[in-house]
């Protein structure tokens, strides 16, 4: 229920990086999960990385590991570094939170507006 925004979106080009925060208005509480998500135009909405808040572990999908890493970066704050892009990467990104290790969006309860990412060609 505490409001999440995101920040950091913009234009870039192919091979670039680019980092894009989420923060909440409050205290994230330890058992919380913070997930990120992408949906790009005409697709579902698709699991990026998640972030469980007391422990630490993380998950990525496949098609981004090795290239982003979600991490804390204040309290209230997780942020996603993301490089290498490519066009692929293109998507509006979501940060939510759960309570479940969890890649999928239902499991979500909270979400941001999202912020644009473009990458060019």
């Known amino acids: 229920q505490v409001p999440l925004a995101e920040s950091g979106g913009g234009l870039v080009q192919t091979g670039s990086s680019l980092r894009v925060s989420c923060t909440a208005s409050?205290?994230?509480?330890?058992?919380?999960?913070i997930g990120w998500f992408r949906q790009a135009p005409g697709k579902e909405r698709e699991f990026v990385a998640l972030?469980?808040?007391?422990?630490?572990?993380t998950n990525y999908a496949d098609s981004v590991k090795g290239r982003f890493t979600i991490s804390k970066s204040a309290y209230n704050m997780v942020d996603l570094q993301m490089n290498s892009l490519h066009p692929g990467d293109t998507a509006v990104y979501y940060c939510a939170r759960g309570t479940k290790d969890s890649t999928i969006p239902s499991d979500y309860n909270t979400w941001g507006q999202g912020t644009q990412v473009t990458v060019s060609s």
């Open positions: 972030i469980r808040w007391n422990t630490g572990r």
């Open positions: 409050g205290r994230i509480f330890s058992s919380a999960v």
